[in-house]
């Protein structure tokens, strides 16, 4: 193993900010796609099938 | 087996449905793989100390941002030429993936030039032509909203991206067609000048980077597929039984 202990692991060799600035911006824009994929997914599933029960009622007699 | 077969909307949707957790599997092991070796095996660079590790995920979303948007010329190629409609919706699929990449690259850049550079910025062919990418990317995704025939927003985002895929090589080759402060590319086919254990965590970084976007677009694919064939009979069938039963996968 490379580091000694926990804090010199966060401390990055003084450059802590610029390495987790990275990675916390990154992952956190990869876990916000994954977030807003499944919520569109869903409104537009909510959408699509009430859509279809309108045009089906228009349809009918 | 003919794959195109695969290129009617109603075959490739179960297909995309099948391989999307499959992807999403692969790119989270190659991600813990990569993050693994790159923090805790990976020894830190003689000459940049602990700030290089920012590199596995700059290098790979700078591929990706790239390679995506190349995919998404390549589609809506297809698309103009054969006139298939699931090309469109593949583009569409690919485009907020690939700014997003874009994105993490040019933000990943800036936090390792600021060490290491002594700047978050500098105009050099590279960034430029790298930030010229973003803009490419957020056109796309501007232009084909905006348009409300959706085969008329398909026929322009297709322009788009063809037109721009052209900065794609301007990019890659930049460091060696001008000076630039961004250095040349250290992994070229053929040989690489990086320590084998770094070089390691950057290709599992890339291929997750890979199986995530492959995981992503699909998914969003599928939810194109159905917006856009929902008169069709197959697509209301399954709007209807998935309407039903109130499932999101």
């Not at chain 2, 084909?144 to 026929?155: E, G, L, N, S």
Request: with cysteine; charged share 15%; glycine share 8%.
């Amino acid at each position: 193993m490379h580091w000694q202990s926990v804090s010199e692991f966060l401390a990055m060799g003084g450059r802590g900010a610029f390495v987790w600035g990275s990675y916390g911006v990154g992952l956190g824009l990869i876990a916000l796609e994954l977030w807003l994929l499944r919520r569109r997914q869903r409104s537009s599933l909510r959408r699509l099938s009430r859509l279809q029960q309108l045009e089906r009622q228009k349809d009918r007699p | 087996m003919n794959f195109f077969r695969f290129s009617s909307p109603q075959t490739f949707y179960p297909l995309a449905g099948r391989l999307v957790p499959l992807f999403a599997a692969l790119a989270a092991a190659c991600a813990v793989a990569g993050l693994y070796i790159g923090f805790f095996v990976a020894p830190s660079d003689a000459v940049q100390g602990e700030v290089y590790r920012i590199i596995h995920l700059h290098v790979a979303a700078a591929w990706m941002s790239m390679f995506i948007y190349l995919v998404m010329a390549f589609w809506s190629a297809v698309g103009l030429g054969l006139g298939t409609r699931l090309s469109f919706y593949m583009t569409q699929a690919l485009a907020p993936t690939g700014a997003m990449f874009c994105f993490i690259a040019l933000w990943t850049g800036a936090l390792w030039g600021r060490p290491t550079w002594g700047a978050y910025w500098v105009w050099d062919a590279r960034l430029t032509s790298q930030l010229l990418l973003l803009f490419l990317y957020f056109g796309f995704i501007a232009l084909t909203r905006a348009i409300d025939d959706p085969r008329r927003a398909d026929k322009a985002g297709a322009i788009i991206a063809l037109v721009g895929a052209v900065n794609v090589p301007i990019i890659y080759f930049s460091v060696t067609w001008w000076n630039t402060l961004h250095q040349g590319a250290s992994v070229k086919p053929g040989g690489s000048s990086m320590a084998s254990v770094m070089l390691w965590a950057m290709l599992l970084c890339a291929l997750a980077a890979w199986f995530y976007s492959l995981a992503v677009s699909l998914a969003r694919a599928r939810r194109i597929i159905l917006e856009r064939e929902r008169h069709t009979e197959w697509a209301a069938a399954e709007i209807a039984r998935r309407g039903a039963g109130g499932r999101a996968d």
